[in-house]
């Protein structure tokens, strides 16, 4: 049957894929993961694959027989297999949402594999291209299967909007901001996807199976999404690291003799990650939320990993602290715990970033440089919530106007650090080989040898 929603879809689809998609690799045959199943054998087949003949399918994680609702006032009811009516204009934007960050992130990254320091890197970034094209796939097939009409017409407007574009930019902030550079790119994918990976838990949870069953399949994609970010800004940090010490450079500071190396000095990476982390922040939302406490009581969207949690999946007459600003300064308030939730998130999500900040700063300790990365006060640059109308300093203080600005420069990458970035990224074809920046991985995709071609170019 030609008429299937999907079909009709597909060909938009694809010329969105080839104008949108990775400038320039459309022909290349790339070593790429396919998920055919779910199973644990089913979803780790590699091969050499061109990228418009990727197989984007749905996949759900196995039915759960007799799955029922683990939170909210419907706890305890079996999971539902259909929209229930009176939540499907919550539910659809949801999906909706979910759906507008996939692609935003491809058309985000579109233009780095012509600066790609490696194969190896060059491949793993196309991984997350199209994995974040089958996301889009997944709810999309979530819209036209459960949501009709408007269902359909959604599906279309996520082929539309384009991510940055002034006259139909994609819906939230972080996903309209450039990623000019490589080392944006492992930024982004360490921090960003991050705040993929605690949503998709969130929905992983909801009472709506084929939204948790999607997303629980989503997850695994992710994990190698937040590989590639975090192993990627540390293999920048342990190159660094190494050309200082070979050249006896002892003062992380002295950017200029860092620079002169050819590697990205230390206070430019802890910039890069003030930057992306506090834009990710801003992805949970407000502090205080009601459409958070909604979602949560009529069962959408859980709490991260709700199906651990020992308490009562209730919530109705608990408190969670907040901080909000308390005469003027960050302070720490208890609110009802239903309207805090995407506050929690956000703390689950501090939570789970602290990791990747320690086993960066360990390498730099290895190599006996005196630096840190600190991750910034949540404060500091936000665009949403209640330290959207102030200005703070990294370390939580709320300063002047003025005097942020005469300090922005100091805490968030300026145009000469760009430039300077951008002077490095330089494509590298060789097998084998990796741009001067940037240290080689540890082991290969798939346990290949160091000399592997990931991407065969044409
Ligand atoms: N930008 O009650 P509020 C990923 C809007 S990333 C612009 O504060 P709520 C990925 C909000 O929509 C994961 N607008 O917040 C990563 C609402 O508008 P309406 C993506 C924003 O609704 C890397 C109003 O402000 N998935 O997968 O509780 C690569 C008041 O909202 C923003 C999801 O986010 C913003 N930052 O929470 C590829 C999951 N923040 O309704 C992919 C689905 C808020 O008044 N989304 N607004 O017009 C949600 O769960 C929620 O919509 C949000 C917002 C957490 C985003
Ligand atoms: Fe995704
Ligand atoms: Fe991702």
């Known amino acids: 049957m030609s008429g299937l929603p999907m079909e009709r879809w597909h060909p938009g689809y694809l010329d969105w894929w080839k104008t949108m998609g990775p400038e320039g690799f459309q022909e290349s045959l790339v070593y790429l993961r396919t998920a055919i199943g779910v199973d ?4 780790a087949t590699f091969d050499y694959v061109k990228m418009p003949e990727y197989r984007w399918g749905v996949l759900l994680a196995p039915r759960e027989e007799g799955r029922r609702i683990g939170f909210g006032q419907h706890m305890g009811e079996p999971a539902w297999q259909e929209v229930p009516g009176e939540y499907r204009a919550t539910l ?19 233009h780095l594999g012509m600066t790609a320091p490696s194969l190896y890197d060059l491949r793993n970034l196309l991984q997350v291209n199209v994995e974040e094209a089958r996301h889009l796939w997944a709810m999309v097939y979530l819209l036209q299967k459960y949501f009709g009409k408007d269902g359909r017409e959604e599906a ?3 082929l539309v909007r384009r991510s940055g574009d002034p006259d139909k930019p994609r819906m939230l902030g972080a996903f309209n901001e450039a990623t000019p550079d490589w080392l944006s790119f492992f930024m982004f994918t360490h921090f960003t996807d991050r705040d993929g990976k605690m949503q998709l838990e969130s929905l992983a949870q909801s009472g709506f199976d084929p939204l948790s069953r999607t997303t629980r399949f989503m997850l695994t994609e992710e994990a190698h999404h937040m590989f590639v970010g975090g192993s990627g800004v540390g293999r920048v940090i342990k190159r660094t690291c190494e050309a200082m010490r070979a050249a006896g450079i002892e003062d992380p500071h002295d950017i200029a003799a860092v620079r002169a190396l050819g590697v990205i000095d230390l206070p430019t990476l802890q910039k890069k990650a003030n930057l992306h982390y506090s834009l990710s922040l801003d992805l949970f939302g407000s502090e205080i939320s009601t459409n958070a406490a909604n979602a949560f009581t009529n069962g959408l969207k859980g709490r991260y ?74 404060a500091f640059n936000r665009a949403i919530g209640v330290f959207a109308g102030v200005e703070a300093t990294p370390e939580g203080e709320i300063i002047p106007a003025e005097s942020f600005a005469a300090r922005r420069d100091d805490w968030l990458p300026s145009s000469g650090d760009g430039d300077f970035v951008a002077s490095l990224m330089h494509r590298e074809t060789e ?8 240290a080689p991985p540890r082991t290969g995709i798939n346990n290949q040898p160091g000399d592997f071609e990931y991407v065969r170019l044409q």
């Open 40 to 43: 644990p054998d089913g979803w």
């Open 92 to 110: 659809r934007r949801l999906c909706v949402i979910q759906g507008d960050t996939e692609p935003a992130s491809v058309e985000q990254q579109r």
């Open 156 to 158: 279309e407007g996520l």
């Open 305 to 378: 990993r709700e199906d651990r949690l020992e308490d009562d999946h209730q919530l109705l007459n608990d408190t969670y602290p907040v901080l909000r600003l308390v005469d003027g300064q960050p302070g720490m308030v208890d609110e009802p715990a239903l309207t805090a939730l995407n506050m929690r998130l956000r703390d689950d999500y501090t939570n789970d970033t602290a990791a990747g900040t320690k086993r960066w700063n360990r390498e730099i300790k290895k190599a006996g440089i005196d630096f840190r990365i600190v991750l910034p006060n949540v």
């Open 431 to 438: 097998p084998g080989h990796y741009a001067g920046w940037i």
